[in-house]
Nanobody, 124 residues
Framework: QVQLVESGGGLVQAGGSLRLSCAPS????????MGWFRQAPGKEREFVAA????????YYADSVKGRFTISRDNAKNTVYLQMNSLKPEDTAVYYC?????????????????WGQGTQVTVSS
């Protein structure tokens, strides 16, 4: 397992943008598939986006497709989630997750390492 630290959350007005970052603590994660999930108050955690270890493959939930972009910079050991055109329904705690190996994964159960989460609040 790898320890992950998210940053970049905050309060933004609807239509605004935020960029979340996720970095491992103490080790490189270039050989890991990465994902972003979110959990809104009173709801289950849901998949947002995933990226393969090389960055060559990405996948998005329908609810964020066209607004969010997942990317990674393995030289900087960081994964990003660029969130544009934010909506109040995007309000949630956002988590990054890591899984060693190839491919990308949509299922929460596929990931063995998780960050503590970062709060994103979108006001209307």
């Amino acid at each position: 397992q790898v320890q992950l630290v998210e940053s970049g959350g905050g309060l933004v007005q609807a239509g605004g943008s935020l960029r979340l970052s996720c970095a491992p603590s103490g080790r490189t994660f270039s050989a890991y598939a990465m994902g972003w999930f979110r959990q809104a108050p009173g709801k289950e955690r849901e998949f947002v986006a995933a990226i393969s270890w090389s960055g060559g493959s990405t996948y998005y939930a329908d609810s964020v497709k066209g607004r969010f972009t997942i990317s990674r910079d393995n030289a900087k050991n960081t994964v990003y989630l660029q969130m544009n055109s934010l909506k109040p329904e995007d309000t949630a705690v956002y988590y990054c997750a890591a899984r060693p190996g190839a491919g990308f994964w949509l299922e929460e159960s596929a990931y063995g390492s998780w960050g503590q989460g970062t709060q994103v609040t979108v006001s209307s």
